[in-house]
């Protein structure tokens, strides 16, 4: 048989199995590997059953048996369950509340002499539980490690929203997560993105709302390029909205201001609500004429409103003056785009 040493830093130890008298014998080293003394030990198959569990003895026995019957090699993974008894360490009984464990069986064929049927199968058992218990860990480890460069990400992303809107850290926080909810890109993705186009582009004068909307809509593209994105956008006005009311096509929701990221959610819940009013076959008219400036949020909010529209059978109509400030103009190609509100 091969004599392939097995690791020698894990501990291990030696068996030999008698497949026609049901009887296995452990080596010392066998024998601590499951919690025993360390001395050769003769155990039942229904002790090596006791200590795998059915579905580990089964897998064992199956691979035991295929070396005996073809004479190839082994090696398989097993957990260990139960304490085997005292026949196997009596003087260890604390060893039966140990928390499970694997390990690695080996074996090839071992006839008793030449030209006769092969009846015994012998290697070794590897106690594989600390290298495993070595992998999580540092599973684990290189999680936490991810963990914390996201949660940097993330805070270096806030602190560009709490420079260019004026907002404290949760509300930067809660706008970062509004985006990225409403966009459908991870958190960590978006942040990163972020960061990566500020790091390259020379940013942010106080109230720069509109090149960081405008970086946001960049990164959620690709994430690459970085070149200068384009004059940014004056200091941000609060937004005014009235409505929605009925008009002559169906809705009426007129909006004034700047609807940014910091005013993109009250933008989308009074689309949303103008939306719940209409009836088909009314229309969602939006009048933006008294809008300065559209982000690429608030585009976003719009496109999404135009889907939903169109399912309910309340079609949305935009209402824009050419001399607002739209950060995504191609994302409203395909949208009802009017100069005026419809009769």
Not at 88 to 109: F, L
Not at 206 to 229: T, W
Not at 230 to 253: F, Y
Request: aromatic share 4%.
């Amino acid at each position: 048989m091969s004599r392939t040493r097995p690791p020698l830093d894990l501990p291990t130890g030696t068996y030999v199995a008698d497949l026609p008298g049901g009887r296995w014998w452990w080596s010392a080293g066998t024998n601590a590997v499951h919690g025993g003394e360390r001395r050769w030990t003769a155990l039942s198959a229904d002790r090596v059953r006791d200590l795998y569990g059915p579905a580990g003895w089964q897998h064992l026995l199956a691979a035991v048996r295929s070396c005996a019957l073809h004479g190839e090699p082994f090696a398989v993974q097993v957990p260990v369950l139960t304490d085997p008894g005292p026949a196997a360490h009596p003087a260890a009984p604390e060893a039966a509340a140990a928390a499970p464990r694997a390990v690695v069986v080996t074996g090839a064929a071992d006839p008793e002499r030449p030209g006769t049927p092969l009846r015994r199968v012998r290697g070794h058992v590897v106690d594989v539980s600390a290298a495993t218990d070595g992998w999580i860990g540092q599973r684990v480890q290189e999680q936490l490690e991810v963990a914390l460069a996201s949660r940097t990400l993330i805070d270096q992303a806030k602190g560009a929203l709490m420079l260019a809107y004026g907002v404290d850290a949760e509300e930067a926080f809660g706008l970062l997560k509004w985006y990225s909810m409403h966009s459908q890109v991870k958190l960590a993705v978006l942040a990163q993105r972020l960061v990566d186009l500020v790091s390259r582009t020379s940013v942010l004068p106080a109230g720069a709302h509109g090149r960081v909307d405008d970086l946001l809509d960049r990164a959620l593209a690709a994430g690459e390029g970085g070149r200068d994105g384009g004059a940014a956008g004056g200091p941000g006005e609060d937004l005014v909205v009235e409505g929605p009311r009925p008009c002559d096509a169906g809705r009426l929701l007129t909006v004034r201001g700047e609807v940014d990221l910091l005013t993109a959610r009250r933008f989308a819940a009074a689309v949303g609500t103008a939306e719940a009013q209409a009836a088909p076959p009314e229309r969602v008219v939006v009048d933006l004429t008294g809008v300065d400036y559209l982000g690429s949020a608030a585009v976003s909010v719009l496109t999404a409103a135009d889907r939903r529209c169109r399912r309910a059978g309340t079609p949305l109509t935009v209402v824009l003056d050419r001399d607002c400030d739209v950060r995504d103009a191609t994302g409203l190609g395909a949208l009802d785009v009017r100069a005026g509100v419809p009769g």
